[in-house]
């Protein structure tokens, strides 16, 4: 049984003979019962705003374009972003650590002593 519908009458509904079995075929898809999967068909219509006289086909086209529009809309944000924001931060980011580098000092080193050469062995 569908669940919070246990206690509601069913009716009928006349269909041709052919749609009756393409419907049933389709709720065996569905896994659902012929109710349930009517009940949903309707809902999904209703929800979507779509009318099923209607092809879907240019909707689509037009969510698509919609799509690529607020794509572009963001790459041009981004674009404007390192343009007016990124690049000239990092220029100066540069120009400050260049401009801050130490200045190379020279090391002080032990001065060496004059040494003067005491021979070790004394000629005679």
Same mark, same amino acid.
């Given at each position: 049984?569908?669940?919070?519908? !246990?206690?509601?009458?069913?009716?009928?509904?006349?269909?041709?003979?052919?749609?009756?079995?393409?419907?049933?075929?389709?709720?065996?898809?569905?896994?659902?019962? =012929?109710?349930?999967?009517?009940?949903?068909?309707? !809902?999904?219509?209703?929800?979507?705003?779509?009318?099923?006289?209607?092809?879907?086909?240019?909707?689509?086209?037009?969510?698509?374009?919609?799509?690529?529009?607020?794509? =572009?809309?963001?790459?041009?944000?981004?674009?404007?972003?390192?343009?007016?924001?990124?690049?000239?931060?990092?220029?100066?980011?540069?120009?400050?650590?260049?401009?801050?580098?130490?200045?190379?000092?020279?090391?002080?080193?032990?001065? !060496?002593?004059?040494?003067?050469?005491?021979?070790?062995?004394? !000629?005679?």
């Amino acid at each position: 049984m569908d669940k919070g519908y !246990e206690k509601e009458q069913f009716t009928t509904i006349s269909f041709k003979c052919s749609t009756a079995k393409k419907f049933r075929a389709f709720s065996k898809k569905m896994g659902a019962s =012929n109710s349930m999967t009517l009940l949903h068909m309707l !809902e999904f219509f209703e929800h979507n705003g779509i009318s099923p006289k209607e092809s879907i086909g240019p909707q689509m086209q037009t969510l698509e374009s919609l799509i690529k529009k607020r794509i =572009n809309g963001v790459v041009a944000i981004m674009k404007d972003i390192e343009k007016n924001q990124t690049k000239p931060t990092v220029a100066m980011m540069q120009s400050l650590f260049q401009g801050a580098e130490p200045k190379k000092k020279t090391l002080l080193l032990e001065k !060496e002593q004059k040494r003067t050469k005491i021979p070790r062995y004394k !000629e005679k």
